[in-house]
T-cell receptor, first 112, second 114 residues
């Protein structure tokens, strides 16, 4: 059973607008959440993360919001740029567990 | 700047062949991982290692094996490849001291078994 769910396989957003990528999780033990970005023919690269003691973390154009009661997190990209077109993976880990659990990813298309 | 290297990037082989996917990292990371990913699917952990002479199986059952004789090297071997092994294999590493457990990934090895 999937512990990290990204229910939107793809998303198209106009350049300059806000992109919002969503992620849900089922394991209440998860205490650290990460977003990775992946271009074709490359490995995923770390984008931004958030600890469960926070509800928001911001890094430039990227902000991650965490709603623990809903077991939901989202990644906001504003303004969206053509180089943001990629697959975005949500991932989570539990305390003292070296395994990172990934979602299926959401393919983001930034339209000109 | 790439600190984790995977070879080969692409491999097409016939059924029954033995293959080894190489993974090396120059960051001195203790922890290393192998993930398997099919298009549109999540990354599945198949093997990981805490350090030299340490290997563990991941959540997804795999017929592959790994070894960790040196800190920087974590090769994955398939003794007899089958079409069901066709997939992308991603190697990653992280620093044991990193509480965030952020992974650094290689570019991946795409394996096709005919």
């Amino acid at each position: 059973d999937q512990q990290v769910k990204q229910n939107s396989p793809s998303l198209s957003v106009q350049e300059g607008r806000i992109s919002i990528l969503n992620c849900d999780y089922t394991n209440s033990m998860f205490d650290y959440f990460l977003w990775y970005k992946k271009y074709p023919a490359e490995g995923p690269t770390f984008l931004i993360s958030i600890s469960s003691i926070k509800d928001k973390n911001e890094d430039g154009r990227f902000t991650v919001f965490l709603n623990k009661s809903a077991k939901h997190l989202s990644l906001h990209i504003v303004p969206s740029q053509p180089g943001d077109s990629a697959v975005y993976f949500c991932a989570a880990s539990a305390p003292r567990d070296d395994k990172i659990i990934f979602g299926k990813g959401t393919r983001l298309h930034i339209l000109p | 700047e790439a600190d984790i290297y995977q070879t080969p990037r692409y491999l097409v082989i016939g059924t029954g062949k033995k293959i080894t996917l190489e993974c090396s990292q120059t960051m001195g990371h203790d922890k290393m991982y192998w993930y398997q990913q099919d298009p549109g699917m999540e990354l599945h952990l198949i093997h990981y290692s805490y350090g030299v002479n340490s290997t563990e199986k991941g959540d997804l059952s795999s017929e592959s094996t790994v070894s960790r004789i040196r800190t920087e090297h974590f090769p994955l071997t398939l003794e007899s490849a089958r079409p069901s092994h066709t997939s992308q294999y991603l190697c990653a590493s992280s620093d044991r001291g990193s509480w965030a457990n952020v992974l650094t990934f290689g570019a991946g090895s795409r394996l096709t078994v005919l």
